[in-house]
Nanobody
Framework: QVKLVDSGGGSAQAGGSLTLSCVASGFTSSTNCMGWFRQVPGKERERVAHIVVGGDGSTYYAPAVAGRFTISQEDARDTVSLEMHNLKPEDTAMYYC???????????????????WGQGTQVTVSS
């Protein structure tokens, strides 16, 4: 069973930066997908960014964050970070790390239906 521990987040002013980190354990495959979703109260959880770890490192970014956020794999195995720059108040949300065991495609798709979840970390951006 994949377990995820996400951290980072906090508060920032609009235009500022924050970094999230996620450590995974329990993968059975050497190539997997990891990433983040975010959710605000009363709305559905939405994708933010995904990356293939242990594979070609390909990435996916939601249009709302493309060009401002960067997801990358750290040197430590099964650890990814999300650098968030030029933050906007609309980025305020609970951010959840997610992972799919045995995944080669970071794009949205049915392979994300049963993904594992981290406990979530709050990001608050003030104007």
């Amino acid at each position: 069973q994949v377990k995820l521990v996400d951290s980072g987040g906090g508060s920032a002013q609009a235009g500022g930066s924050l970094t999230l980190s996620c450590v995974a354990s329990g993968f059975t495959s050497s190539t997997n997908c990891m990433g983040w979703f975010r959710q605000v109260p009363g709305k559905e959880r939405e994708r933010v960014a995904h990356i293939v770890v242990g594979g070609d490192g390909s990435t996916y970014y939601a249009p709302a964050v493309a060009g401002r956020f960067t997801i990358s794999q750290e040197d430590a195995r099964d650890t990814v970070s999300l650098e968030m720059h030029n933050l906007k108040p609309e980025d305020t949300a609970m951010y959840y790390c997610a992972a799919v065991d045995g995944c080669y495609n970071p794009e949205p798709g049915p392979w994300w239906i049963d993904n594992a979840w981290g406990q979530g970390t709050q990001v608050t951006v003030s104007s």
